[in-house]
């Protein structure tokens, strides 16, 4: 008869405050609380191994064989109502609140979700677990319930495998299975931490630490209580949540200790020692039962929370706990509990496999209408997205027909050298010069020997890299380059792609004495939220974006910020300054309907067009004392340029005979 231990409750229980205070990511004097919170989902990793080859040990060694309908049963009464019922009452939430792109990956990750697969989908959409975007994911969490339900599937296979066809072998097959998962865990990590983190090859010793514990267990009986192996397994759990850190290499060798820590704990805490009654104690011990749904709410409600909120502050944070205790509270009562334990098993079958039906219709309707992107014709016209998409695909072919001997103008940078280049190019004085524009985005760039080598760090930036690596070492292009314009994110802050500065020196060594020109950046928001969402989520235009913009400061001290090159000729272009002087009141947000950004922080090549025109035309006195008027045409002069060459016998002389 199975005995409930309420300290294994209590157990979860530190486990999920853990991970809810992790991801609420509190501070308090400028410092992150409990950043070591992640390591709750292993302790969870350990209970489940233990309990789950508890149950199924126990049956084997009873029957001598495992009921697989009833195990997949009792684990699908056990997950699916609570998954299906978060589920249902975030889609609404989804709809109004996220953009096409974020609906079809939360579809993507939901439609993974019930293929027990989110782990894998969310490695290959490179989401970093931990980083800011991946907040906003509202069941990136899901990832490992599907490393579990993965356990549950090869686990009773394993353990038949080796009852019938390598008797009284069980123990060394555990052995050996969880010794090559740590291996690989500890060799994955060093060149693919993303791969570590989420597959269940690297996370599958950990669940067999608890099964090595049930299975002494289940041979020799629950050992004696040791209070002073309880407590140390404690320390080693809580010191873990407490000393690890987001740099700290996880999965990995680190992990053992909290893993080592929760066995201890599940082995040697009994109801009499200090740390076993701290550990049962009631509200340790409601607080675990209720842990699946707290897991379950707290990621979407944080992730809505903040999609819709900006600046969130401690208060926001206890509100938005507050709320996820409401509902998990709710739903273990009115959904989790009652329907684990129902007796009308046809009936659950039939809401179950309805809900399947419903959920699916709903992923496959949001891929087939790609995220619904009617929805935005509201805040950003149709008519306007395709000029702004059509003009965005034009990069690729700027260097086409590029003519010999001509003096050149190199446009490079990050991802920000698309639209710049596209926008440039527009005032960019062609009769005189010819445009080189590169992207070095994704691009592994490093000088040695002469040489640029810029390979791609994945192929789907290859068609940025390789082209970058062909113009960038083209000795003949660089012998008559002119001008060199810097297009980055923050070009003294961003940290990465620092080589920047370092190819600038490289490119002007070999010109013929190139002017360089550093372009500064418009108005920002934070890396959480995109100005589409913030229009789309509050029916607003634009300007909310410029409102909420926390970039640039103005008159930021230039030459104190890192990568600051005091050892380079160059001339910067505060744009906001030159546009507007910093006045949000005066500053452009549109141009015939396209928003200034997008996401939150790439120029629009719509926008940038007008903006260029804007400070050509209104600064062109101070543009000429920079050099920049070299290179680039301002709009009235290239006007009236196009208007004399449209007048009959234009640009031609007429000579008088002798």
């Known amino acids: ?21 992790y991801h609420a990511e509190f501070t308090v004097a400028g410092h992150t609380l409990l950043r070591g919170g992640y390591i709750g989902v292993d302790v969870f990793f350990v209970i489940s191994g233990f309990l789950i080859s508890q149950m199924l040990l126990t049956e084997i060694e009873a029957t001598g064989r495992i009921d697989f309908l009833k195990f997949y ?28 792109s974020e609906l079809l990956d939360y579809t993507n990750s939901i439609g993974s979700t019930l293929l027990f697969g989110s782990n894998i989908y969310f490695y290959f959409t490179a989401a970093q677990y931990g980083e800011p975007n991946t907040l906003l994911k509202p069941f990136l969490h899901t990832w490992s319930l599907s490393v579990e339900e993965q356990f549950y599937i090869g686990f009773p296979l394993l353990l038949l495998i080796t009852r019938r066809y390598l008797k009284l072998r069980f123990l060394p097959c555990v052995l050996l299975v969880a010794s090559l998962s740590f291996v690989l865990c500890v060799v994955t990590v060093r060149y693919d931490q993303q791969q570590a983190f989420y597959s269940p090859l690297t996370r599958t010793w950990e669940l067999l630490a608890g099964t090595l514990l049930a299975y002494y267990e289940v041979r020799r009986g629950r050992t004696r209580p040791r209070p002073l192996l309880a407590a140390a397994g404690l320390v080693l759990v809580v010191g873990s949540l407490i000393l690890f850190r987001k740099d700290t290499v996880h999965p990995g060798v680190l992990t ?29 011990a409601l607080t675990g039962l209720v842990s699946y749904s707290l897991y379950l709410w707290h990621y979407p409600v944080f992730a809505f929370l903040r999609l819709t909120s900006l600046n969130l502050n401690n208060g926001d944070k206890l509100l938005a706990i507050a709320a996820t205790v409401l509902v998990a509270v709710v739903s273990f009562v009115v959904i989790e509990k009652p ?27 949001a891929i087939s209408m790609a995220g619904f992107p009617h929805r935005l014709d509201q805040i950003y016209p149709p008519l306007a997205q395709a000029n702004e998409a059509r003009l965005e695909s034009t990069f690729l072919s700027l260097n086409n027909n590029i003519q010999a001997g001509k003096p050149i103008i190199f446009i490079i940078g990050d991802s920000h050298a698309r639209n710049w280049s596209i926008a440039l190019k527009n005032y960019i004085d062609t009769d005189r010069y010819q445009v080189v524009a590169v992207s070095y985005l994704n691009c592994m760039v490093e000088i040695k020997n002469d040489i640029v080598r810029a390979p791609s760090r994945a192929s789907i930036y290859d068609k940025y890299c390789i082209p970058f690596e062909k113009f960038i070492n083209d000795k003949s292009l660089l012998s008559r380059t002119k001008a060199i314009f810097l297009t980055s994110l923050r070009p003294f802050e961003y940290t990465v792609n620092p080589f920047r500065f370092e190819l600038l020196s490289w490119m002007k060594s070999h010109s013929d004495d190139a002017r360089i020109f550093v372009f500064g950046n418009y108005f920002q928001l934070d890396e959480l939220h995109s100005c589409l969402g913030l229009m789309f989520q509050r029916k607003s235009d634009a300007s909310i974006c410029l409102r909420e913009a926390t970039y640039p400061p103005a008159n930021q001290p230039l030459e104190q910020l890192p990568f600051f090159p005091s050892n380079l000729a160059f001339t910067y272009l505060d744009i906001v300054k030159l546009h507007c002087d910093y006045d949000k009141e005066k500053c452009l947000t549109t141009s015939r309907g396209v928003p200034f950004i997008t996401d939150w922080n790439h120029l629009t090549a719509e926008f940038l067009t007008t903006l260029i025109g804007d400070i050509l035309e209104k600064r062109t006195a101070d543009l000429r004392g920079d050099g920049l008027l070299d290179f680039l045409v301002p709009p009235h002069a290239r006007q009236s340029e196009r208007t004399a060459n449209s007048q009959p016998n234009a640009g031609r002389t007429s000579s008088a005979s002798p």
Do not use: N
């Open 1 to 21: 008869m199975k005995v409930y231990r309420p300290e294994i409750d209590g157990l979860r229980a530190i486990s999920v405050i853990a991970v809810i205070l």
């Open 73 to 100: 049963a009792r684990r699908a009464r056990r997950i699916l109502p609570a998954l299906f019922t978060v589920i249902f009452a975030t889609i609404p939430f989804a709809y109004y609140l996220l953009l096409p």
């Open 256 to 284: 053992v200790i909290p893993v080592i820590g929760t066995c201890l704990v599940l082995a040697f805490a009994g109801h009499q020692d200090a740390v076993g009654r701290l550990l049962a104690s009631r509200p340790a």
């Open 339 to 365: 329907l684990r334990h129902t007796r009308r098993s046809r009936a659950l079958w039939i809401t179950l496999s309805s809900s399947v039906a419903t959920i699916t219709a709903a992923v496959v309707s």
